[in-house]
């Protein structure tokens, strides 16, 4: 796969033995702002790389192992002046993380691609491994 070679910047450097999956343009969700640049997936890892302009302005990159992703789902929007400028006014593709972090990304269709990453990664639906619930009486 190749991947862009325009305003993200240069892709992330990989491991010998690590390829590219999926490239998917995104904001991720970093302290009060939404940092632009593009979320990557290897055979080993998630990788978010900020472009360049936002690199410039603080944007970190960042990264996990594919062994530390729980869950792959979605962050229904929400209105909170917190979250003004961090993408909280949009659904977002969530990444639940060994130890209970959350990662938060905006990306085009967020529902598709949150199933298109779990397909990607071999993950079942947030709450699809649960046992029906029961009433009691």
Request: overall charge neutral; aromatic content about 8%; hydrophobic content about 45%.
């Amino acid at each position: 796969m190749t991947l862009p070679e325009y305003w993200f910047g240069p892709p992330p450097d990989l491991a010998d033995d690590e390829h590219w999956l999926a490239h998917v343009a995104a904001n991720r969700t970093q302290g009060k702002r939404a940092v632009g640049g593009g979320l990557h997936v290897t055979n080993h890892r998630l990788l978010f790389s900020p472009n360049l302009i936002d690199a410039r302005l603080g944007g970190k990159p960042w990264s996990c192992a594919l062994a530390d992703i729980v869950s792959v789902g979605v962050q229904r929007r929400r209105f909170s002046l917190l979250e003004l400028f961090s993408g909280g006014l949009v659904d977002r593709v969530r990444f639940d993380l060994r130890g209970g972090a959350r990662e938060l990304f905006v990306v085009d269709r967020p529902d598709q691609r949150a199933a298109e990453l779990r397909a990607l990664l071999s993950m079942p639906e947030p709450g699809a491994d649960l046992p029906a619930a029961r009433l009691i009486d």
